[in-house]
């Protein structure tokens, strides 16, 4: 008997946007080692926190296909790419990569709305919460590096920074969470 839920179209995206997340998750790594190597204590924290959060998006993925009897399919993950030139490129990367991950977890979810896959729809729901936070956190952090010179920083404003984003949360404030009483 056939248990597979998910529509070949679907289970194909949702095996690419697993691979999409392994792939960010080196991204982290990369950065995150850069940043290290550089001597960014606090920037590679951080990084390599957001390392481990993607694999556990890579792993919902994974778990969801397989409890939707679909078959999960592990493919090569690509390279990072090169290191980032400064702390302002490093960032600047880091939010050009959470957009194109949302770009992609948009298109799981309109293919899941045309099919009328409301499971598939509904579980997409966290990633697309999730993506808004990591682009605010992503725009937050550049806002604080555009403040401490952007690209180019001096070493005591760096200095500052680093510590600065060793202390900062893995979430940020969304706007749908604001109030008056709490902006």
């Given at each position: 008997m056939d248990t597979n839920r998910l529509s070949k179209t679907l289970a194909k995206a949702l095996n690419d946007q697993m691979t999409n997340e392994a792939h960010n998750a080196q991204i982290y790594l990369s950065y995150a080692s850069w940043a290290n190597e550089k001597g960014y204590d606090g920037i590679?924290?951080?990084?390599?926190?957001?390392?481990?959060?993607?694999?556990?998006?890579?792993?919902?993925?994974?778990?969801?296909?397989?409890?939707?009897?679909?078959?999960?399919?592990?493919?090569?993950?690509?390279?990072?790419?090169?290191?980032?030139?400064?702390?302002?490129?490093?960032?600047?990367?880091?939010?050009?990569?959470?957009?194109?991950?949302?770009?992609?977890?948009?298109?799981?979810?309109?293919?899941?709305?045309?099919?009328?896959?409301?499971?598939?729809?509904?579980?997409?729901?966290w990633f697309v919460k999730e993506q808004t936070e990591e682009e605010t956190l992503a725009l937050d952090l550049l806002s604080k590096i555009k403040i401490a010179g952007g690209a180019t920083a001096k070493d005591d404003a760096l200095y500052a920074l680093d510590n600065n984003i060793g202390k900062t949360p893995d979430d940020a404030v969304l706007a749908q969470n604001v109030t008056v009483e709490n902006p």
């Open positions: 590679s924290n951080f990084l390599f926190r957001h390392a481990n959060e993607e694999r556990n998006h890579m792993m919902k993925i994974l778990e969801y296909i397989l409890k939707r009897g679909g078959k999960v399919v592990v493919s090569a993950i690509p390279g990072p790419g090169g290191d980032p030139v400064s702390v302002n490129d490093c960032f600047e990367k880091i939010f050009k990569s959470e957009v194109e991950n949302t770009t992609s977890i948009y298109n799981i979810v309109n293919m899941s709305m045309a099919e009328k896959d409301w499971a598939t729809w509904n579980f997409m729901q």
